[in-house]
T-cell receptor, first 115, second 114 residues
Framework: GESVGLHLPTLSVQEGDNSIINCAYS??????FIWYKQESGKGPQFIIDIRSNMDKRQGQRVTVLLNKTVKHLSLQIAATQPGDSAVYFCAENTLIIHGAQKLVFGQGTRLTINP | ETGVTQTPRHLVMGMTNKKSLKCEQHLGHNAMYWYKQSAKKPLELMFV???????ENNSVPSRFSPECPNSSHLFLHLHTLQPEDSALYLC?????????????FGPGTRLTVT
């Protein structure tokens, strides 16, 4: 069945260091994945996405890696800043009827940046 | 701000009350979504509307009743809720097209059922 899961619920890193957040998914037919960031008191905010025909995608200070062989997704954040402290979710996105989309979220990893 | 607003931001209600959550998007999107976020569960999709038609209902109890009067507004009507329904209810919107588009989330309504 569909499930998207995260390996670790919490992660602490020193400011300026790089962080890696991991995610496993079970649906081998999944075609599109998204990483969201959720700060306290706010809704999830899009960070970066990747399609199944790619292995890697880079944004500003963030990189997403996709390993379809082992159904694993990771989010790398470079040179972390205090504002990166948040909960990070991976999500699997599926197109459903009439162009709407269905997101299946992982449990989330709380990233804390220590000064 | 994401262009998706939700009211109220906080709501406390008894199990016999009836209340409604409101969501409004100012992005020109035509698909809208309700999600439930509990403390120890992943975000769960509840309902999906596309072009004002309900296209997904994820086995949600009938005490939750969605309404989408137009592409900019989405409501979640609540009645005879249970304490386990206490959660953060998030609304999102996106373009409804044949390719993937980002969903934009509102800040959520924190619901407490007493």
């Amino acid at each position: 069945g569909e499930s998207v899961g995260l390996h670790l619920p919490t992660l602490s890193v020193q400011e300026g260091d790089n962080s890696i957040i991991n995610c496993a998914y079970s649906n081998s037919a999944s075609d599109y994945f998204i990483w969201y960031k959720q700060e306290s008191g706010k809704g999830p905010q899009f960070i970066i996405d990747i399609r199944s025909n790619m292995d890697k995608r880079q944004g500003q200070r963030v990189t997403v890696l996709l390993n379809k062989t082992v159904k694993h997704l990771s989010l790398q954040i470079a040179a972390t800043q205090p504002g990166d402290s948040a909960v990070y979710f991976c999500a699997e996105n599926t197109l459903i009827i009439h162009g709407a989309q269905k997101l299946v979220f992982g449990q989330g990893t709380r990233l804390t940046i220590n000064p | 701000e994401t262009g998706v607003t939700q009211t109220p931001r906080h709501l406390v209600m008894g199990m016999t009350n009836k209340k409604s959550l409101k969501c409004e998007q100012h992005l020109g999107h035509n698909a809208m979504y309700w999600y439930k976020q509990s403390a120890k569960k992943p975000l769960e999709l509840m309902f999906v509307y596309s072009l004002e038609e309900r296209v997904e209902n994820n086995s949600v109890p009938s005490r939750f009743s969605p309404e989408c009067p137009n592409s900019s507004h989405l409501f979640l009507h609540l009645h005879t809720l249970q304490p386990e329904d206490s959660a953060l209810y998030l609304c999102a919107s996106s373009q409804a097209r044949t390719s993937y588009y980002e969903q934009y989330f509102g800040p959520g309504t924190r619901l407490t059922v007493t």
